[in-house]
């Protein structure tokens, strides 16, 4: 079973940047999806980001698009999330995944972007 551990969030002014660190443990990194959601105050946890086990694919929410991009280190178990161009409603608690059949989750980091 895997165990996630995210790392980077913080206190931003709009229009900086951050990077997601979230580095996995106990399983076969390359056999997960992995990606990234978030859940704003008060609202429901949404899909951020995906990539494939290589990373040549990868999937957006329309919302981030173009602004955040996910990428993977498969020697260093790691998945990041680099977020550019931040808005106040990227505010959330980012949540790591993974996905073998089912979801595995990360404790979350809190992201902060003020206007």
């Known amino acids: 079973q895997v165990q996630l551990v995210e790392s980077g969030g913080g206190l931003v002014q709009a229009g900086g940047s951050l990077r997601l660190s979230c580095v996995a443990s106990?399983?076969?990194?390359?056999?997960?999806?992995m990606g990234w959601f978030r859940q704003p105050p008060g609202k429901e946890r949404e899909f951020v980001a995906r990539l494939n086990w290589s990373g040549s694919r990868t999937y957006y929410a329309d919302s981030v698009k173009d602004r955040f991009t996910i990428s993977r280190d498969n020697a260093k178990t790691t998945v990041y999330l680099q977020m550019n161009s931040l808005k106040p409603e990227d505010t959330a608690v980012y949540y790591c995944n993974a996905n073998r059949g089912r979801d595995y989750w990360g404790q979350g980091t809190q992201v902060t972007v003020s206007s």
């Open positions: 106990g399983g076969i990194f390359g056999d997960y999806l």
